[in-house]
């Protein structure tokens, strides 16, 4: 019988935590369904902790019986064609070619005047061997119907590629200057496959443990907004979006239903993913970062994490609000009271990270945050100092 070798000892040791990025201890959600992985992946490199809700679903409509139609009725002639989406554009083309249509259509389509919504349906428009008569720098459908009414349309047949839903107003504007509208409906917007989780994103922005909604598409906005009103929670959304909440979208024309329920927003100046996460980090570092100089050495508040040592402490919500509210006024104490206030909104309300708490709190819940928030920090906790009698303050270094 053969002897058994020696067990080898493990010589592996446990790999050392990547170090703290931009947007490590922030939460972001993300509402989009189209490119939601990319989205996701670009935030997660940065540190983010990520919730992807889609707020919508792109229901195809490649199989339609309307889409055929209206794909055939393009093929009698046009002096048009509306590109409003890239995404839009490539699932009529590819559709088409699935029916065997797809080099008459092409051939339609160069014989007209191709009008693009923007860069992404201009650079779909070209991946078919077409070219655009004029794309509106604004990328709005407002300039795209002005220039077009200022074009004799008596008799013109104008193909309409919609995105997401129909668009009623504008090929009503076209057909009463005397045009021939066909619609193209390629897909439609559904509901989420998980309202439920949906509502708990609600939930999450309106207690304020969300630090940040990018948005790709207007439609993903008006969705989120009224899944908070029908839970009941508009109006504290909304009050989160003016304060503590960050909303970026992709671009000026996504950004309308925000700018509609004044709510501020930001927006790159390129519509890509990538200058849109750019925005997003620079916006949060200087929105919600925060270096405190104790004499422990620095102190980086970011979101709902400490950074110190070169390692990040991930804080629960509530202990990271005492600690925001102290940082606030480094050095100086503040009551019970004050941090009451300032955490649970003097208790008729919950405030940021607070937990959306239903009791009332009196001044010893803020006597055990601050009991959890020192054991959070561990090492660091005696920064947070108590004063006798009056109540806690952050002790910076001089």
């Known amino acids: ?97 699935g029916w065997g249509l797809g080099g008459a259509l092409v051939t339609v389509c160069r014989q007209a005047a191709l009008v693009s919504r923007g860069p992404k349906a201009a650079g779909a428009l070209r991946a078919s061997g077409l070219r655009e008569t004029y794309a509106p720098e604004s990328e709005a459908l407002d300039d795209v119907l002005a220039w077009l009414l200022a074009k004799d349309l008596r008799g013109r047949r104008i193909a309409v590629q919609e995105h997401g839903g129909a668009l009623p107003e504008f090929t009503a504007a076209l057909r009463e200057r005397g045009a021939h509208v066909v619609a193209v409906p390629v897909y439609r917007w559904g509901p989420p496959q998980d309202p439920g989780a949906l509502r708990r994103l609600v939930e999450q922005t309106a207690r304020r443990e969300v630090h940040a909604l990018p948005f790709t598409s207007a439609p993903a906005i008006e969705a989120f907004l009224a899944a908070a009103q029908e839970s009941g929670r508009r109006a504290e959304v909304l009050d989160a979006l003016r304060g503590e909440v960050l909303s970026v979208c992709i671009g000026p024309v996504c950004a309308r239903p925000l700018l509609a329920a004044d709510v501020p927003c930001v927006w790159p100046d390129r519509g890509r993913l990538g200058a849109l996460v750019r925005t997003l980090v620079a916006e949060l570092t200087v929105r919600g970062r925060r270096e405190i100089p104790t004499a422990a050495g620095p102190l980086v508040l970011q979101g709902a994490a400490v950074l110190a040592g070169g390692t990040a402490l991930r804080l629960p919500p509530v202990p990271a609000a005492v600690l925001r509210a102290l940082a606030e006024r480094p050095g100086t104490v503040l009551s019970r009271g004050e941090l009451l206030r ?57």
Do not use: N
Request: proline share 8%.
């Open 1 to 97: 019988m053969p002897a058994r070798e020696p067990r080898r000892m493990s010589t592996a040791t446990s790999a050392a935590p990547p170090p703290p990025g931009p947007l490590t201890g922030f939460t972001v959600g993300v509402t989009a369904d189209r490119r939601r992985e990319e989205l996701t992946a670009l935030l997660g490199r940065r540190g983010a902790t990520v919730v992807a809700v889609p707020a919508l679903r792109i229901v195809t409509l490649s199989d339609d019986a309307l889409l055929r139609r209206a794909t055939e009725e393009c093929l009698a002639g046009l002096d048009y064609v509306i590109a409003t989406t890239g995404v839009g554009w490539r699932g009529w083309m590819s559709a088409a070619e």
């Open 342 to 398: 300032a955490v649970w909104g003097g208790g008729t309300s919950p405030g940021p990270g607070a937990g959306g708490r239903s009791r009332v709190p009196d001044e010893h819940a803020v006597e055990a945050a601050v009991g959890r928030l020192r054991g959070a920090l561990g090492a660091h906790g005696a920064v947070v100092q108590t004063v006798t009698k009056r109540g806690y303050r952050l002790a910076v270094a001089p």
